[in-house]
């Protein structure tokens, strides 16, 4: 793992960690990835506030039976929930409402663009009644904000693996990237994180023994 910026601060939305558990650094493929996450994580590197550890708990129970679950099933759960695991906040930024309400004006912002947009390209389609943005998108967006704010010192990127395809697709108005450039943050993928992070998997071992 190269030396990274000191300056630069990752927030990691929720579907960074569920991508990478169900593809390509799942545990038995790249176990150190986890252990590097957390080890940024201590360094103050990434971090995600507490309602992406509450998804990654919907999202991963392990069964009621926890002898039935299986080890590799429970990993990304128990893995979130570990006490040594510093990549969450235990709480609520103080004063973080006021920032989640300025990120869903963007939302709405964005959303009346984009159905402008899509309605101009498909007369008389509209947007489905649910809103299938989450509080958990708007939490990681709001804590972006929210560190811009008080440590402006600092650089600020938001990781996800949402695109920003304009108009977008899928039937969700507007993006975690589309709110982001609304509100002036940077974000990127976990690919670019990655690179620019500069974490790289050494595999030499296997190469010597061919």
Known sequence: MQRYNMAVRYILDTNVYIEAF?????PDIVPVYWDI?????V???IKSPKQVRDEIKIQNKPAVDKDSSDKEERFLYDWSRSSENKCFLKED??????FFRKVNEAYLRVKIKNTEAIIKKNKGWKWPRR?????QDMFVIATVLFYMQYFPNNKYVLVTKEGNDNPPKFLKPAKIPHICEELGIKWMDDFEFIKEIGITFDSSNFLKNK
């Open 131 to 135: 809103e299938p943005v989450s509080d």
């Open 22 to 26: 169900k593809g390509y650094y799942h």
């Open 37 to 41: 996450l957390k080890i940024l994580a």
């Open 43 to 45: 360094r103050d590197v």
């Open 93 to 98: 930024l103080k004063g973080i409402d006021r």
